[in-house]
């Protein structure tokens, strides 16, 4: 099973990633609300255990963005606000149950199953964009029903653009998905590997499918505007 820890406080994230670890789970471990956005939507997890307290936007505020990209995955929340309200308020942004700090760790594992033990919601088999199709559980890409071959920085990055279509998606999110971890790339990555993926990919008789925004980022466009 394979989780995304988000908790920016390293001791903290240190005892929940080492006792999930030791109840083999695999686990990723982000400390922003803009790491976890770009990994969450774009990796194949069964659970996400998040913080609220995030130093660059609180956890409700991307629990409910990840909901309105359509993504189902169990969310556990976690949180030093004990109110009513806030209760309702991290549930009502999408998570599927809420815990509260500090709590003993024998507590989140428990919570954790019995997540996890809830039938999953079905997500669409493959994403469509125009004439593109892409198979997130086979790594597969067809243009016009042709397979595409990509590597698979290509792959990630068209994936990223994918689950977040007619969305305007920074350069700095691009890096911190598909680069993550890596040595500074050069300058202009970025701008080559999209000029390979337009190639690859056509444009389908239309409009082009990936559009850039100076100085912004990248915009991957379903409508085709030259229909």
């Not at 471990?29 to 307290?53: E, F, K, N, P, W």
């Not at 305007?168 to 691009?174: A, D, G, Q």
């Amino acid at each position: 099973m394979r989780v995304l820890l988000v908790e920016d406080e390293p001791a903290a994230a240190w005892v929940v990633e080492t006792g999930l670890r030791e109840q083999s789970f695999s686990v990723d471990v982000c400390r922003t609300g803009r790491a976890a956005l770009a990994r969450a939507g774009s990796c194949d997890y069964q659970l996400l255990v998040l913080d609220v307290g995030l130093p660059d936007r609180d956890g409700l505020s991307v629990c409910r963005e990840l909901r309105e990209r359509g993504l189902h995955t169990p969310v556990l929340m976690l949180t030093a606000r004990d109110a009513v309200g806030d209760r309702v308020a991290g549930l009502d942004a999408g998570a599927d149950d809420y815990l509260v700090k500090p709590y003993e760790f024998s507590e989140l594992l428990a919570r954790v199953r019995a997540l996890l033990r809830r039938p999953a919601r079905l997500e669409p088999e493959t994403l469509e964009v125009r004439h593109v199709s892409i198979t997130p559980r086979r790594k597969e890409v067809r243009s016009a029903g042709a397979l595409v071959e990509l590597t698979a920085k290509e792959y990630l990055l068209l994936e990223f653009l994918a689950r977040r279509r007619s969305e305007m998606v920074s350069r700095e999110e691009i890096l911190d998905h598909v680069w993550a971890g890596e040595d500074e790339p050069a300058s202009n990555v970025i701008e080559v590997y999209v000029s390979r993926l337009r190639r690859k990919l056509g444009d389908g008789g239309g409009a082009p499918l990936i559009h850039t925004r100076r100085g912004l980022g990248y915009v991957l466009d379903p409508r085709d505007d030259g229909a």
